[in-house]
Nanobody, 120 residues
Framework: QVQLVESGGGLVQPGGSLRLSCAASGSFFSIISPAWYRQAPGKARELFAQITRGSTTNYADSVKGRFTISRDNANNTVYLQMNSLKPEDTAVYYC??????????????WGQGTQVTVSS
């Protein structure tokens, strides 16, 4: 089975840092343009970071300059480095990717979500 498994969430004080990981497992050919979303209570899910196969990145203004998305293609893992965290960053964070399976079809996958809480 092809899955995305997230790790690295937790509680951090304002100004602190966290690194999230999203690892793909199973049999597949490639991970296409992975991205990170987040959803705060009572708010819509927000796309805030994307990375292409060529490592071109795009960020929402809310995180630009503080968050960095990266990928390790050899290990099928996507990372999110979060620095200078603010209370408004508190949310459940989800990784997302289109993954080409061995049957050559492309399917949408989501990680299980990991809670990030920024509070003093």
């Amino acid at each position: 089975q092809v899955q995305l498994v997230e790790s690295g969430g937790g509680l951090v004080q304002p100004g602190g840092s966290l690194r999230l990981s999203c690892a793909a497992s199973g049999s597949f050919f490639s991970i296409i343009s992975p991205a990170w979303y987040r959803q705060a209570p009572g708010k819509a899910r927000e796309l805030f970071a994307q990375i292409t196969r060529g490592s071109t990145t795009n960020y929402a203004d809310s995180v630009k300059g503080r968050f960095t998305i990266s990928r390790d293609n050899a290990n099928n893992t996507v990372y999110l480095q979060m620095n200078s965290l603010k209370p408004e960053d508190t949310a459940v964070y989800y990784c997302n990717a289109q993954i080409q399976h061995i049957n050559l079809n492309v399917y949408d996958h989501w990680g299980q979500g990991t809670q990030v809480t920024v509070s003093s």
